[in-house]
């Protein structure tokens, strides 16, 4: 009896036993997540170099070339192409000497072509100095006015700074920097004037003129401005010729004016440059004549040789036209390489007019200060 009373009892543990066995166990514990993985810092940007200065425009349209060591840099770091005419007498030798001593004394590297009075050897240093890599500016004195807009153009894109010096062209001035040099309409000008003078008192003014070399500016503009001025006295322009800027082939235009039976009645002589009006005055001498006296000659340029000519009163009166530009234009190209566009398209020499009525004492007193 007493073990029917207990096994209830054992099998309600055992039971309970089981139901514990068959239970879940408790889930896993997930363990906490790993922080997020923290991104580097980005890197900083490349820094830009600084920018090459914006190209500047002239007045006249001309875009100035950005030279590598601009806004700070200094003649010696000009590296100069010089495009000269070739020998024209003592004011192209002048011009040459003032250049050359210019450069000598500012650091400048000076690289010269004489072009020996030929467009076409021009043309070709032009080309050579544009593809030049150490060449940074171009200087040039142009033989003629026409031939030069696809060269000019080339040293645009080139990235070289042209200046004219001395010579116009017919280009646009929106191809080159700036033109230093004479006003030869004005000289042109000027001579007409002074002609009108020293012929006030003749009863004919029959003038001949003895231009410059064919095509070349200086010639073309003075013989413009002469005869903007030549009618308001009376003067008669009866011929005109080239003497090529030299004596010879202008002594020998004279000689035949001469001897013409219809252009011989010469009053005066408009020489384009002083060694064409010495042509002239052989000639007149030659003839028996007194040049200063039966013809008036008037001329250009104001040499030494003109002095000599006034003071003996054989030369009426010459014009200036001031050679000594090699200062001025290398001031002018560095303001170029620096980026300065307010340079204008055209800066004028002072010049001014001398006679032989000044008389010999004080043409002496200039000529020997006179540095050409």
């Not at 000027?190 to 500016?217: F, Y």
């Not at 004549?289 to 030494?304: C, H, S």
Request: charged letters at 20%; glycine letters at 8%.
């Amino acid at each position: 009896m007493k073990i029917l009373k207990v096994l209830p009892f054992v099998l309600f543990i055992v039971m309970l036993a089981a139901l514990v066995g068959c239970a879940q166990p408790p889930a896993a514990t997930e363990p906490p997540a790993a922080p997020a993985a923290t991104e580097p810092p980005a890197a900083p940007a490349a820094t830009e170099p600084p920018a090459a200065p914006a190209a500047l425009t002239t007045s006249a349209g001309y875009v100035v070339p950005v030279a590598a060591c601009a806004p700070n840099c200094t003649y010696k770091d000009m590296v100069v192409g010089f495009i000269q005419t070739g020998p024209e007498g003592a004011w192209r030798t002048a011009n040459n000497a003032s250049f050359d001593e210019a450069a000598k004394q500012l650091g400048i590297t000076l690289k010269v072509y004489d072009s020996q009075g030929k467009v076409e050897n021009q043309i070709s240093a032009f080309h050579t100095f544009n593809q030049d890599p150490e060449v940074n500016v171009i200087i040039i004195a142009a033989v003629d006015t026409k031939g030069f807009d696809d060269v000019l153009k080339e040293a645009a894109a080139s990235g070289k700074l042209v200046i004219l010096e001395d010579r116009t062209l017919e280009s646009s001035a929106s191809l080159y920097y700036t033109r230093i040099g004479s006003d030869f309409v004005l000289e042109g000008q000027r001579a007409a004037d002074t002609m009108c003078e020293l012929l006030k008192d003749s009863p004919k003014k029959n003038v001949v003129e003895i231009s410059g070399a064919v095509g070349a500016g200086a010639g073309i503009d003075r013989g413009a401005g002469f005869r903007q001025k030549n009618e308001e006295c009376g003067i008669t322009i009866t011929a005109s010729q080239t003497g090529d800027w030299k004596i010879d082939p202008s002594k020998a235009v004279v000689e035949a004016w001469l001897k013409d039976p219809v252009l011989k009645d010469i009053q005066g002589v408009h020489a384009h440059n002083i060694e064409e009006a010495m042509g002239a005055i052989q000639a007149i001498e030659d003839a028996g004549l007194v040049p200063g006296k039966d013809i008036q000659v008037v001329a250009y340029d104001v040499t030494k040789d003109a002095f000599d000519l006034m003071i003996a009163g054989k030369l009426g009166a010459d014009v200036e036209c001031n050679p000594l530009l090699g200062p001025q234009v290398y001031e002018a190209a560095l303001k170029g390489l620096n980026g300065d566009a307010s340079m204008p398209s055209y800066v004028a020499s002072q010049e001014g007019v001398f006679t032989a009525s000044q008389g010999a004492e004080e043409l002496k007193s200039i000529q020997a200060s006179w540095k050409y």
